[in-house]
């Protein structure tokens, strides 16, 4: 028998991708027991500003930097899926990779403010989600009424560790805290996407072409 492919999924912005995104998937996938993480790099996030938000081309091209030779995946799929929300980009990527087993990857800074994003409950009730630890975070994700509704689904990561568990699963990971933050980085460099070349590119998951028509291409908005 053939076992699932255990996949970490982290989305994000990716504006830009940083090191701080390689130490916490590389530390989620040893605590998890992960074969890979996939880095979904959204086209856009409701939540989030639209002003400072470089292009999808260039944060894809920085999330490939910092993936380099380490078991990590970049994909602009949500682009390809046409999907809005995280709930229905989860069930799209259940459905086309069903030999796979997907763990989804937060910040606690999103678990803070998980109970705003569309059917949040769906997404607990798809797929065990893994809380990374952020300096700041912790309170206002204990505090937060997606936690409220999780803390009776926690185990321990050694648990899932084991193997396959079923949603909704909670686990909390906690190491060293990591300053670094895509937002002090644009501070220091507000230029950064600029230094990134144009030209075909072809997604790590999909293995097809992207962002190969028109470089300047812009994607509508995905949360």
């Known amino acids: 028998m053939t076992l699932p492919v255990r996949t970490g999924l982290l ?23 992960l074969d890979e993480i996939w880095w979904l790099v959204s086209p856009g996030n409701p939540l989030k500003p639209k002003q400072g938000m470089s292009s999808h081309e260039a944060r894809y091209r920085s999330a490939l930097a910092q993936s380099r030779r380490a078991p990590i995946r970049v994909t602009a799929i949500e682009a390809e899926l046409g999907t809005r929300y995280t709930v229905d980009t989860l069930g799209a990527l259940a459905r086309r990779y069903p030999k796979r087993e997907f763990i989804w990857l937060m910040g606690a800074d999103n678990l803070a403010t998980f109970h705003k994003w569309k059917a949040w ?9 893994a809380v990374i630890a952020r300096p700041g975070y912790d309170t206002a994700a204990v505090a937060s009424p997606a936690m409220a509704w999780l803390r009776g689904h926690q185990v321990p990561a ?3 560790k084991q193997g396959p568990r079923s949603a909704p699963t909670l686990v909390s990971l906690r190491f060293d805290p990591d300053p670094r933050s895509a937002t002090a980085l644009r501070r220091a460099d507000p230029d950064w996407a600029c230094r990134y070349p144009h030209g075909p590119l072809f997604d790590q998951v999909t293995h097809r072409a992207i962002f190969s028509e028109n470089p300047h291409r812009r994607h509508r908005p995905s949360a």
């Open 11 to 33: 989305g994000g912005s990716f504006n830009p991708a940083h090191g701080g995104h390689r130490r916490i998937s590389l530390f989620a996938l040893e605590a998890l027991g």
């Open 121 to 129: 409950r769906d997404i607990a009730n798809s797929m065990p989600i």
């Open 158 to 160: 050694s648990a899932l």
